[in-house]
């Protein structure tokens, strides 16, 4: 069983800064890439950024330029730090970790932490 457990979310003005964090834990071989992917109000589930092992990055065209996703692998723990908010960086936000176990591969996701940012 892998665990995946997003913190960090809450209410900021527009301009402002939060930085999320993503801890995976259970039986983890090894980890693959990381991401951050958020639920907008009545809109489906979008990419935000990822993180391969190797610490190359892909980000949505929407947030390139404010925020920044990192890992600690030691740690097993990815952030995503956004600055310049924006209100349509509301949404739920949730932390998706790819990697294996000791025989299989797993793909799994957290339960979200909500992003509030007021105009």
């Known amino acids: 069983q892998v665990r995946v457990v997003e913190s960090g979310g809450g209410l900021v003005q527009a301009g402002g800064s939060l930085r999320l964090s993503c801890a995976a834990s259970?039986?983890?071989?090894?980890?693959?890439?990381m991401g951050w992917y958020r639920q907008p109000p009545g809109k489906a589930r979008e990419l935000v950024a990822t993180?391969?092992?190797?610490?190359?990055?892909n980000y949505a065209d929407s947030v390139k330029g404010r925020f920044t996703i990192f890992r600690d692998n030691t740690k097993r723990m990815s952030y995503l730090q956004m600055n310049n908010l924006k209100p349509e960086d509301t949404g739920v936000y949730y932390c998706?970790?790819?990697?294996?176990?000791?025989?299989?591969?797993?793909?799994?996701w957290g339960q979200g932490t909500q992003v509030t940012v007021s105009s």
């Open positions: 993180i391969t092992s190797s610490s190359s990055t």
């Open positions: 259970g039986n983890i071989f090894r980890l693959d890439t």
């Open positions: 998706n970790v790819q990697g294996s176990k000791t025989v299989n591969s797993f793909n799994s």
